[in-house]
């Protein structure tokens, strides 16, 4: 669970978000930019990332605040799992990443699967829709839902890209370092869990 003062920075940063964006006063803009550099200064004093940085981060949008939404397709091959070796950490993941906003869910998955492991898939069953703030990610100065799809492998090969450095199919029980910003033990378990069960029903927080 994620802690309180996390939850406490988004929110204030989400009600001057708004309030910066659709305010007309110039004394309440004023006011709801002190309650973001308030935000700021909470993660900073928490994290240690550093104001301007938090900023880059945490700052950069106008108008209403919503959550991320990062795609994850999930592909097995005798009784084991896709992962891709992330680039930015050298650790392991469920190709995916954000979603872009004018692809659908199963576009984006084709997506991420083809530019992160050079595979051809076929979506096939909704597996979850989790919150981040629920799980044991590092804390993040955003809200996310992360949506995991069962996928069909067609054909394909690996090819070199920026994001990724190679591939492997792991067995549960022989996983490698993960990049638990973007994928945790428990949510790979679930991936299993949902391969193994035809009548699985989809988790959501």
């Known amino acids: 669970m994620e802690p ?5 920075a988004r929110q204030l940063q989400s009600i001057a978000q708004a ?4 305010s007309k006063d110039k004394y309440d803009i004023e006011r709801f930019q002190q309650i973001r550099d308030l935000s700021v200064e909470i993660l900073n004093e928490y994290t240690g990332m550093g104001n301007n940085r938090i900023k880059d981060l945490f700052c950069n949008e106008t108008g209403y605040q919503t959550p991320k939404v990062d795609v994850r397709g999930v592909v097995f091959k005798d009784d084991r799992i896709l992962l891709v070796k992330e680039s930015i950490d050298g650790c392991w993941s469920v190709p995916g990443g954000w979603a872009e906003v004018n692809l659908l869910v199963r576009e984006n998955i084709v997506k ?3 530019e992160e492991a050079g595979l051809n898939v076929v979506p096939k069953r909704l597996i ?20 995991f799809v069962l996928c069909d492998m067609i054909d394909g090969s690996f090819e070199k890209n920026i994001k990724t450095e190679g591939i ?5 029980n022989d996983l490698p370092p993960l990049s638990v910003n973007r994928i945790t033990e ?3 378990a679930m991936c299993f869990e949902a391969m193994h069960n035809d009548n699985f029903v989809p988790v959501f927080d």
């Open 128 to 147: 979850a829709v989790l919150d981040n703030s629920k799980h044991s990610h590092p804390v993040s100065p955003y809200r996310i839902y992360k949506i």
């Open 19 to 22: 309030g910066l964006t659709y």
């Open 186 to 188: 428990e949510q790979i």
């Open 112 to 114: 991420e699967l083809k």
């Open 168 to 172: 492997g199919f792991f067995s549960l």
């Open 4 to 8: 309180k003062w996390l939850s406490w």
